[in-house]
């Protein structure tokens, strides 16, 4: 697994996965533009304080913008990792392809493109499921506050489990059959956590967080190529007979 890992931070050189990268980071920050925008034009004018019975506090331009900001920062807190999983799947195919012709050539040439529509499906299931994990979790943030760590403790464990199944199901989704994918989730599970645990951890330190869903994704896309083309005897180089067998699910 470390490895895998140090083999992702060497392909944020390749010029293809950082075109990936910013292309990845600008429609995230084209997101969140949106939202501040969308909480601007709701809270310009609104009156909190008479909603709850409080008499009269109008919002002018200024508290409006500043509103619009916090709450956009927490709102990134909450969504960041759910919409970075939804808007990377949309490049799986880019980034598989790099990374694999760069270290797999011969599982670059055996792939079958799953394309952007379902890259960005995948993406979407991806990212539901991390806001769902995340808004079961959010009663138990709150009350770890008072401990001040205990909310960053938790929003690594939460959000490494969906990342991990999620980044995994991403790399093999060009690869073998439903049946051979399904095996490989499984036994390689414990993998796919550690990997998710470390994105969930980027994802805690300014300026990493940006990288993070690329490298997990170049991390795990490694993990599969040195694991998925094995036997029972340990690996064996991937000859056109097995590479046959691994796409077509023939034996």
């Not at 075109?19 to 501040?36: N, P, R, S, W, Y």
């Not at 619009?68 to 598989?96: E, G, K, N």
């Not at 506050?145 to 929003?155: A, D, E, H, N, R």
């Not at 073998?176 to 499984?186: E, H, M, N, T, V």
Request: net charge positive; charged share 15%; glycine share 10%.
């Amino acid at each position: 697994m470390l490895r895998a890992i140090g083999l992702a931070l060497t392909d944020l050189a390749d010029g293809r996965v950082i075109a990936i990268f910013v292309e990845a980071l600008a429609i995230t920050l084209v997101f969140f533009v949106g939202i501040a925008a969308l909480l601007f034009w709701l809270l310009s004018g609104s009156d909190p304080c008479s909603m709850v019975g409080m008499g009269s506090c109008e919002l002018g331009t200024g508290t409006s913008g500043i509103g619009a900001i916090l709450l956009t920062v927490l709102a990134a807190w909450f969504l960041f990792p759910a919409v970075a999983i939804t808007v990377i799947a949309a490049f799986t195919d880019r980034i598989c392809r790099a990374v694999e012709e760069r270290h797999y050539p011969e599982a670059a040439r055996a792939a079958r493109p799953i394309g952007v529509a379902r890259g960005a499906l995948m993406g979407l299931k991806s990212g539901a499921r991390l806001i769902l994990f995340n808004l079961i979790a959010l009663p138990f943030y709150l009350l770890l506050l008072v401990t001040g760590i205990g909310p960053f403790i938790l929003f690594v464990i939460v959000n490494g489990l969906g990342f991990g199944r999620d980044l995994g199901e991403l790399a093999a989704a060009r690869h073998g059959d439903r049946s051979s994918r399904r095996s490989w989730l499984r036994s390689t599970r414990g993998q796919q956590h550690l990997v998710g645990t470390m994105v969930s951890l980027l994802f805690l330190v300014p300026f990493a967080n940006l990288v993070a869903p690329v490298i997990g994704t170049a991390a795990t896309i490694h993990l599969f190529n040195r694991s998925f083309w094995t036997t029972d005897n340990g690996p064996e180089p991937l000859t056109p007979a097995n590479r046959r067998s691994a796409v077509t699910g023939e034996h």
